[in-house]
């Protein structure tokens, strides 16, 4: 069965650091473009970034650009987004997502991780 | 970047009912374009792909159309649970945007 299971969520200042996880499972997580997807409470979704299958090329929404870096480790079947400079308006739920045809569309989603920036 | 606008922002339908979803784009994004349905507490689920082909274990009710900049999602005969919000999302490149979404709500 296939499964995402993402986790680092928590509450941090304005300015700080957190680093999300995604654990996968169920595929060849090697062959596949991932990605981290939010959603602001009560908002709607916006694609944050996402990694090519040997972490080579990177994509990053402008609204994360310099701030957010993606990752991911093939050997243990997880991709990471290192968020740094948090602001109150990063505060949402953060999914992972992939795709089963390699293509910009997401198949497969997580349950999601809370982010929440706030003094 | 190519902006998605939705319409319209809710839809009051009942039971049986047929429902139109449209999604604009600010230019051609030939058929690229997908549509997801999201529950409360649950991540949304992909309902179509490349304008108008249907995942596995997606029901028949639900069709797509369009190409170029004007979309549909037609939803035949309304369940239960087919109320929801509904996304649609550009897949053809990155940037990767997504419309505001509608909210089909019960009448």
């Known amino acids: 069965e296939v499964q995402l299971l993402e986790s680092g969520g928590d509450l941090v200042q304005p300015g700080g650091s957190l680093r999300l996880s995604c654990a996968a499972s169920?595929?060849?997580?090697?062959?596949?473009?991932m990605n981290w997807v939010r959603q602001a409470p009560g908002r709607g979704l916006e694609c944050v970034s996402s990694i090519s299958t040997t972490g080579e090329t990177t994509y990053y929404a402008e609204s994360v650009k310099g701030r957010f870096t993606i990752s991911r480790d093939n050997s243990e079947n997880t991709v990471y987004l290192q968020m740094n400079s948090l602001r109150a308006e990063d505060t949402a739920l953060y999914y992972c997502?992939?795709?089963?045809?390699?293509?910009?569309?997401?198949?497969?989603w997580g349950r999601g991780t809370l982010v929440t920036v706030s003094s | 970047e190519i902006v998605l606008t939705q319409s319209p922002a809710t839809l009051s339908l009942s039971p049986g009912e047929r429902a139109t979803l449209s999604c604009r784009a600010s230019?051609?994004?030939?058929?690229?374009l997908a549509w997801y349905q999201q529950k409360p507490g649950q991540a949304p689920r992909l309902l179509m792909y490349e304008a108008s082909h249907r995942p596995g274990g997606i029901p028949a009710r639900f069709s797509g159309s369009g190409s170029g900049t004007d979309f549909t999602l037609t939803i035949s005969s309304l369940e239960p649970e087919d109320f929801a919000v509904y996304y649609c999302q550009k897949r053809l490149d990155w940037p990767i945007t997504f419309g505001q979404g509608t909210r089909l709500e019960i009448k």
């Open positions: 230019q051609s994004i030939s058929t690229h």
């Open positions: 169920g595929f060849t997580f090697s062959n596949y473009v």
């Open positions: 997502a992939y795709s089963y045809s390699n293509t910009w569309q997401f198949d497969c």
